[in-house]
């Protein structure tokens, strides 16, 4: 599945327009090109409304752009069928949500493995059991996540989305829902992880503490990016 | 609020039109069912009131036999009572269409001369089409009759033709000598009336010197109860003076127990569509919870928020009930022939002719389709009415609710169950609906039990990935939504299964007792023999040649009677009782057969059937009650035999006994025993060729059997189209419970998508929640169809039918049936799983998981 392209993501001049009705469209991204390397982690931080998500979506295959092209590890996703895309997000691309995403009837350890049950790999089974260690959950592997802190979901859920070995991770605010001492354990859990799975991070915040974190922080402004300096320099993200 | 309510009601319409039509449809399958069967019922009962009302008009009482035909010496003495200013003597027999035996002519004997209630013109020139023409006519040509123009375009008959029926052995033919709308008198009388002079029907037809009916109009200003009384003292007690509404209650109560089954099982379908209300408002407001809070918070009061509510689900049923008429219309026309069939054999009632639609039927289709929608809804709304804003204006999950009262529920269920266990020791005999009410405590627990159900299995349901298991472990965490699409399942399943068990443990028993007591080699009666009564004897010729034959080496005689028992018309039988006792087999209930044999053969006691015994609580060592023309006698009950003939009730006596009550009479059935390895079939062709053109019906051992169950068969197919309809509107539930589910999920199903999972993965895994819900619905509803069969078999059949019917199942049926609901199932999820794998991973920016 994988190309030979030195970049985990890249976009080429990216554009998604959405229709409103009433001939309205409202313009997400506008002419966005970028590249990610291996191992990066980058904070996108921008106003509501400045396509941030928008962006997460396109990288993770989940939404198509208008113009332009998008290429996870080399191959044009565009070009790719509903199927195969979905077929490429469960192997490479793993997905961290703001409101967490568990399912409540299933216990902790089964939300961790429902990429394995979905792509039919029940080896990942015990690898759920690996990293629910490694975030200090493998106590709670068999309750219900309806039991788990806002802080411990999130950390099941981070577990969920590397269960796979992904090579990118996407999170779309991950600490938006928790408070700062959790937040604070989250994000660096997360990163934690991402490099020692040498996996590539790209999170949406709109938190200053949090992109500083990250080593590129790319800005969103109503959709055009401004891709800024590393996070050894950071600088204030607008809107944040 | 007004204005609100309208503009809401199209919101919602138009946000989710495949959940409206869904419960719609629910709605109006109910409605249907209801529809039907209450069309098919009064119209049973319309048909027999529509010959009353053509044959009697507006008479003020009307003489019939209690028993046999009584003689027209009576006549006079009715003439003569004080009061009566008129008297029709009338003389009715069924006799069949030679060239078309199961179709009967209804024929009237009137004395044309008297003014009759018929709608005659004496006066009339023979050309006139809405009279008899020229009595002279009527009374001079042999076999002149007046039949309805619709039964002439029917046979293609004119004024002037012939045609032969059969009465008894007796072929006549018949002249049409004129064509007289019967329906536009009375609009109900059925197309198969015939009217001919009285004499000629009595010779030709019937027996001379018999009359059936004398119908009485009263002088002005006298008190018919008084005339009723004087004349019922006059004339004995074979003759029975009544009025003819009387009659037509008479007519009703002989079919009560079939109409009641029925109407019983028709509300099945449409408790099943309550339960598809009662799951999609609670979709709906699980939806609009926020709505309601903020209408509340904005100051409507939870009187104006309920009222609306249950105003948008009595449009729903407005709806379901306009489109459930037509289909329950439908379903009556396409059924009217079977159940007519049943009234015609069973009932030996008039045909339904064609139907008609009651104008209370189109009120009773609102009154429980807009009740029955408003009922469903009424809990969920008002649980959520009673909230206060703030409650509702958070995150809610109706869930998590039913997560907690599950077990409660199931207990409260239980201890319904073990009440109704409870109170079946003590008043199963002494209250003829407590069957109902068990029945009813039923369908009203099992639901109770779901919740618990779904959890449990959920809880054993090992994670095994994203598959079946998974399926299944979801049905728990909607458990609300789930548990009420399954305990609708159930309960159609219920009905399903329980009615399958009883007709198959009927059948069954039926088998059996046609096996114990179906013996001779040859059966012999004539083609109008169901409905002709007394009237289709065989002839003593015809006897004569049967007996005369060489390969038949016994033959046993039936006379059989109608009479009137303890209020209700009895079969009574006189056998001959000629044979060696090794041929005679009564399977007893009560009694000892051979001592009963010898009884009824040495004394003049009976035996009788178990729906007798039942009905009138008389047993061995009590008398049966007779009227006969020398008064009311008892003869003595020397056993209870199962019989399954009638659901009157019959008695059996020897042909001796008989002929001392009622005097010497014809015989209407002979049983052949033929010499050993003689073939059945060609006797009966040697006697067909001895006795040509006699219309005779021979009927092998072989054959006979097969008429039963075609019969038997006959009777229960509008209970099949009942339990095709319920499980349809389940199926509807099914259907409507996975998009509701679908809908409340959107944002899970992104997150699988998101995840990975393909279009179809999740197609599939909704369907394999439909098979889910099916499957525990399948569990519940064989358990809850069991204890259905248990009560229809043992409390209501007994009740209200009187037989004994031995449970059996067949396993292949079972296994059928289940095989069918699964299918069902699997097809009622396709639509919604389709939905469901279109939920784009975009969704997901959803909180609402």
Same mark, same amino acid.
């Given at each position: 599945?994988?190309?030979?392209?030195?970049?985990?993501?890249?976009?080429?001049?990216?554009?998604?327009?959405?229709?409103?009705?009433?001939? !309205?469209? @409202?313009?997400? $991204?506008?002419? =966005?090109?970028?590249?990610?390397? %291996? &191992?990066? #982690?980058?904070?996108?931080?921008?106003?509501?409304?400045?396509?941030?998500?928008?962006?997460?979506?396109?990288?993770?295959?989940?939404?198509?752009?208008?113009?332009?092209?998008?290429?996870?590890?080399?191959?044009?996703?565009?070009?790719?069928?509903?199927?195969?895309?979905?077929?490429?997000?469960?192997?490479?691309?793993?997905?961290?949500?703001?409101?967490?995403?568990?399912?409540?009837?299933?216990?902790?350890?089964?939300?961790?493995?429902?990429?394995?049950?979905?792509?039919?790999?029940?080896?990942?089974?015990? !690898?759920? @059991?690996?990293? $629910?260690?490694? =975030?200090?959950?493998?106590?709670? %592997? &068999?309750? #219900?996540?309806?039991?788990?802190?806002?802080?411990?979901?999130?950390?099941?859920?981070?577990?969920?989305?590397?269960?796979?070995?992904?090579?990118?991770?996407?999170?779309?605010?991950?600490?938006?829902?928790?408070?700062?001492?959790?937040?604070?354990?989250?994000?660096?859990?997360?990163?934690?992880?991402?490099?020692?799975?040498?996996?590539?991070?790209?999170?949406?915040?709109?938190?200053?503490?949090?992109?500083?974190?990250?080593?590129?922080?790319?800005?969103?402004?109503?959709?055009?990016?401004?891709?800024?300096?590393?996070?050894?320099?950071?600088?204030?993200?607008?809107?944040? | 609020?007004?204005?609100?309510?309208?503009?809401?009601?199209?919101?919602?319409?138009?946000?989710?039109?495949?959940?409206?039509?869904?419960?719609?449809?629910?709605?109006?399958?109910?409605?249907?069912?209801?529809?039907?069967?209450?069309?098919?019922?009064?119209?049973?009962?319309?048909?027999?009131?529509?010959?009353?009302?053509?044959?009697?008009?507006?008479?003020?009482?009307?003489?019939?036999?209690?028993?046999?035909?009584?003689?027209?010496?009576?006549?006079?003495?009715?003439?003569?009572?004080?009061?009566?200013?008129?008297?029709?003597?009338?003389?009715?027999?069924?006799?069949?269409?030679?060239?078309?035996?199961?179709?009967?002519?209804?024929?009237?004997?009137?004395?044309?001369?008297?003014?009759?209630?018929?709608?005659?013109?004496?006066?009339?020139?023979?050309?006139?089409?809405?009279?008899?023409?020229?009595?002279?006519?009527?009374?001079?040509?042999?076999?002149?009759?007046?039949?309805?123009?619709?039964?002439?375009?029917?046979?293609?008959?004119?004024?002037?033709?012939?045609?032969?029926?059969?009465?008894?052995?007796?072929?006549?033919?018949?002249?049409?000598?004129?064509?007289?709308?019967?329906?536009?008198?009375?609009?109900?009388?059925?197309?198969?009336?015939?009217?001919?002079?009285?004499?000629?029907?009595?010779?030709?037809?019937?027996?001379?010197?018999?009359?059936?009916?004398?119908?009485?109009?009263?002088?002005?200003?006298?008190?018919?109860?008084?005339?009723?009384?004087?004349?019922?003292?006059?004339?004995?007690?074979?003759?029975?003076?009544?009025?003819?509404?009387?009659?037509?209650?008479?007519?009703?109560?002989?079919?009560?127990?079939?109409?009641?089954?029925?109407?019983?099982?028709?509300?099945?379908?449409?408790?099943?569509?309550?339960?598809?209300?009662?799951?999609?408002?609670?979709?709906?407001?699980?939806?609009?919870?926020?709505?309601?809070?903020?209408?509340?918070?904005?100051?409507?009061?939870?009187?104006?928020?309920?009222?609306?509510?249950?105003?948008?689900?009595?449009?729903?049923?407005?709806?379901?009930?306009?489109?459930?008429?037509?289909?329950?219309?439908?379903?009556?026309?396409?059924?009217?022939?079977?159940?007519?069939?049943?009234?015609?054999?069973?009932?030996?009632?008039?045909?339904?002719?064609?139907?008609?639609?009651?104008?209370?039927?189109?009120?009773?289709?609102?009154?429980?389709?807009?009740?029955?929608?408003?009922?469903?809804?009424?809990?969920?709304?008002?649980?959520?009415?009673?909230?206060?804003?703030?409650?509702?204006?958070?995150?809610?999950?109706?869930?998590?609710?039913?997560?907690?009262?599950?077990?409660?529920?199931?207990?409260?269920?239980?201890?319904?169950?073990?009440?109704?266990?409870?109170?079946?020791?003590?008043?199963?005999?002494?209250?003829?609906?407590?069957?109902?009410?068990?029945?009813?405590?039923?369908?009203?627990?099992?639901?109770?039990?779901?919740?618990?159900?779904?959890?449990?299995?959920?809880?054993?349901?090992?994670?095994?990935?994203?598959?079946?298991?998974?399926?299944?472990?979801?049905?728990?965490?909607?458990?609300?939504?789930?548990?009420?699409?399954?305990?609708?399942?159930?309960?159609?399943?219920?009905?399903?299964?329980?009615?399958?068990?009883?007709?198959?443990?009927?059948?069954?028993?039926?088998?059996?007792?046609?096996?114990?007591?179906?013996?001779?080699?040859?059966?012999?009666?004539?083609?109008?023999?169901?409905?002709?009564?007394?009237?289709?004897?065989?002839?003593?010729?015809?006897?004569?040649?049967?007996?005369?034959?060489?390969?038949?080496?016994?033959?046993?005689?039936?006379?059989?009677?109608?009479?009137?028992?303890?209020?209700?018309?009895?079969?009574?039988?006189?056998?001959?009782?000629?044979?060696?006792?090794?041929?005679?087999?009564?399977?007893?209930?009560?009694?000892?057969?051979?001592?009963?044999?010898?009884?009824?053969?040495?004394?003049?006691?009976?035996?009788?059937?178990?729906?007798?015994?039942?009905?009138?609580?008389?047993?061995?060592?009590?008398?049966?009650?007779?009227?006969?023309?020398?008064?009311?006698?008892?003869?003595?009950?020397?056993?209870?035999?199962?019989?399954?003939?009638?659901?009157?009730?019959?008695?059996?006596?020897?042909?001796?006994?008989?002929?001392?009550?009622?005097?010497?009479?014809?015989?209407?059935?002979?049983?052949?025993?033929?010499?050993?390895?003689?073939?059945?079939?060609?006797?009966?062709?040697?006697?067909?060729?001895?006795?040509?053109?006699?219309?005779?019906?021979?009927?092998?051992?072989?054959?006979?059997?097969?008429?039963?169950?075609?019969?038997?068969?006959?009777?229960?197919?509008?209970?099949?189209?009942?339990?095709?309809?319920?499980?349809?509107?389940?199926?509807?539930?099914?259907?409507?419970?996975?998009?509701?589910?679908?809908?409340?999920?959107?944002?899970?199903?992104?997150?699988?998508?998101?995840?990975?999972?393909?279009?179809?993965?999740?197609?599939?895994?909704?369907?394999?929640?439909?098979?889910?819900?099916?499957?525990?619905?399948?569990?519940?509803?064989?358990?809850?169809?069991?204890?259905?069969?248990?009560?229809?078999?043992?409390?209501?059949?007994?009740?209200?039918?009187?037989?004994?019917?031995?449970?059996?199942?067949?396993?292949?049926?079972?296994?059928?049936?289940?095989?069918?609901?699964?299918?069902?199932?699997?097809?009622?999820?396709?639509?919604?799983?389709?939905?469901?794998?279109?939920?784009?991973?975009?969704?997901?920016?959803?909180?609402?998981?």
């Amino acid at each position: 599945m994988k190309g030979h392209s030195p970049y985990v993501l890249e976009l080429k001049a990216v554009s998604r327009t959405y229709d409103l009705g009433g001939g !309205r469209t @409202l313009r997400a $991204l506008d002419d =966005v090109s970028c590249r990610v390397e %291996a &191992g990066r #982690s980058i904070a996108v931080v921008g106003r509501s409304g400045s396509g941030k998500s928008t962006l997460l979506h396109l990288a993770a295959g989940i939404d198509l752009p208008n113009t332009g092209s998008v290429h996870l590890h080399g191959r044009d996703i565009s070009q790719l069928s509903d199927s195969e895309r979905t077929r490429l997000r469960r192997t490479e691309v793993g997905l961290v949500f703001q409101f967490f995403h568990l399912l409540p009837g299933l216990s902790v350890q089964d939300n961790v493995s429902l990429p394995g049950w979905i792509a039919g790999r029940s080896q990942l089974q015990s !690898r759920a @059991l690996e990293l $629910l260690e490694t =975030v200090g959950l493998s106590d709670r %592997a &068999g309750q #219900s996540v309806e039991k788990l802190s806002g802080g411990e979901m999130q950390r099941v859920a981070i577990c969920r989305a590397l269960l796979a070995g992904p090579r990118l991770l996407l999170a779309d605010e991950p600490t938006g829902n928790l408070d700062d001492e959790n937040a604070d354990l989250v994000m660096n859990l997360l990163l934690d992880l991402t490099r020692r799975e040498g996996s590539t991070l790209i999170y949406v915040t709109h938190s200053d503490e949090m992109a500083a974190l990250a080593d590129e922080v790319w800005h969103l402004h109503s959709g055009r990016l401004d891709i800024a300096s590393p996070a050894t320099d950071p600088r204030p993200a607008s809107g944040a | 609020m007004l204005r609100y309510f309208f503009l809401s009601l199209r919101t919602q319409f138009s946000r989710g039109r495949s959940l409206f039509v869904l419960s719609v449809l629910g709605v109006a399958l109910g409605v249907a069912s209801v529809v039907s069967i209450q069309v098919l019922n009064d119209n049973s009962l319309a048909a027999f009131r529509g010959g009353i009302r053509a044959i009697s008009g507006d008479a003020d009482l009307t003489v019939v036999g209690a028993g046999p035909a009584f003689s027209d010496s009576l006549y006079p003495t009715v003439l003569g009572t004080r009061g009566v200013e008129l008297a029709i003597p009338l003389y009715q027999v069924a006799v069949s269409l030679a060239d078309d035996p199961e179709t009967y002519l209804e024929v009237v004997g009137v004395d044309l001369l008297a003014p009759t209630g018929l709608p005659v013109n004496p006066t009339s020139t023979p050309g006139d089409d809405d009279g008899f023409g020229a009595v002279s006519e009527a009374l001079s040509v042999p076999g002149w009759v007046a039949v309805t123009p619709a039964l002439a375009e029917d046979r293609g008959w004119s004024r002037g033709d012939t045609f032969v029926v059969s009465s008894g052995s007796r072929s006549v033919r018949l002249q049409v000598g004129a064509l007289v709308d019967f329906q536009s008198y009375a609009p109900l009388a059925s197309r198969y009336l015939a009217v001919m002079d009285i004499s000629q029907a009595q010779a030709l037809l019937g027996r001379p010197g018999k009359l059936q009916q004398i119908d009485v109009h009263l002088a002005e200003g006298v008190n018919p109860e008084d005339v009723r009384e004087t004349l019922q003292d006059e004339l004995g007690p074979m003759v029975r003076v009544t009025t003819p509404s009387s009659r037509t209650d008479d007519a009703a109560n002989l079919l009560s127990a079939f109409r009641l089954n029925l109407t019983a099982l028709s509300m099945i379908s449409l408790f099943v569509g309550m339960f598809l209300i009662f799951s999609s408002t609670q979709a709906s407001l699980v939806r609009r919870r926020r709505e309601i809070g903020l209408l509340r918070s904005l100051g409507a009061t939870r009187l104006q928020v309920l009222a609306w509510l249950i105003g948008e689900v009595a449009w729903l049923g407005l709806i379901g009930v306009a489109v459930g008429i037509p289909i329950g219309l439908f379903a009556a026309t396409q059924n009217v022939e079977v159940v007519s069939a049943t009234l015609t054999n069973i009932y030996l009632l008039s045909a339904i002719d064609s139907l008609r639609i009651p104008a209370q039927t189109y009120l009773l289709a609102a009154f429980v389709g807009i009740g029955g929608a408003v009922l469903g809804a009424l809990f969920p709304a008002w649980d959520s009415t009673r909230k206060d804003p703030r409650a509702l204006l958070s995150a809610f999950s109706v869930h998590e609710g039913t997560q907690g009262v599950a077990g409660r529920l199931a207990l409260a269920g239980g201890i319904l169950i073990g009440l109704a266990l409870l109170a079946t020791f003590f008043f199963r005999e002494s209250w003829r609906y407590f069957g109902f009410a068990v029945g009813l405590v039923l369908l009203i627990a099992l639901p109770m039990m779901t919740p618990v159900l779904v959890q449990a299995v959920s809880r054993i349901t090992p994670a095994a990935g994203f598959n079946f298991s998974l399926a299944i472990r979801n049905l728990s965490a909607r458990l609300q939504t789930t548990s009420i699409s399954i305990a609708s399942l159930a309960i159609a399943v219920s009905m399903m299964i329980g009615v399958t068990l009883l007709i198959s443990s009927f059948r069954s028993t039926l088998a059996t007792w046609v096996d114990d007591t179906i013996r001779a080699d040859i059966y012999i009666t004539t083609e109008s023999w169901v409905r002709g009564g007394e009237d289709a004897f065989l002839t003593e010729d015809v006897l004569a040649t049967l007996r005369g034959h060489g390969d038949v080496a016994a033959i046993e005689t039936l006379r059989r009677l109608s009479l009137e028992i303890e209020g209700r018309p009895i079969w009574v039988g006189g056998v001959s009782l000629t044979l060696p006792d090794s041929l005679y087999s009564f399977p007893m209930r009560e009694g000892n057969a051979r001592a009963a044999l010898e009884s009824i053969r040495a004394s003049d006691s009976c035996l009788i059937s178990e729906p007798l015994s039942r009905k009138t609580k008389l047993g061995v060592g009590d008398s049966l009650q007779v009227r006969t023309p020398r008064g009311l006698e008892r003869y003595p009950i020397v056993g209870v035999t199962y019989d399954y003939s009638s659901d009157g009730g019959t008695a059996l006596v020897s042909e001796a006994t008989m002929s001392r009550l009622f005097g010497e009479g014809p015989v209407q059935n002979v049983a052949l025993f033929l010499a050993p390895e003689t073939d059945p079939d060609e006797v009966i062709g040697e006697l067909r060729a001895a006795l040509p053109g006699v219309p005779l019906s021979y009927r092998s051992n072989r054959h006979i059997r097969e008429e039963v169950f075609r019969i038997f068969d006959q009777t229960f197919a509008i209970t099949r189209l009942l339990q095709g309809m319920a499980l349809l509107v389940a199926a509807c539930g099914i259907s409507l419970t996975l998009l509701v589910v679908a809908r409340e999920r959107v944002a899970e199903l992104a997150l699988y998508r998101s995840l990975g999972a393909l279009r179809r993965q999740i197609f599939g895994l909704f369907v394999g929640e439909g098979l889910g819900l099916a499957l525990l619905g399948l569990v519940l509803g064989t358990v809850g169809g069991f204890a259905l069969a248990g009560i229809l078999v043992y409390i209501i059949n007994p009740a209200f039918f009187g037989w004994t019917i031995r449970p059996d199942g067949s396993w292949a049926e079972w296994a059928q049936q289940c095989l069918t609901i699964l299918a069902v199932a699997v097809l009622a999820s396709l639509y919604p799983a389709l939905k469901a794998s279109r939920v784009p991973a975009q969704e997901l920016t959803r909180e609402d998981l």
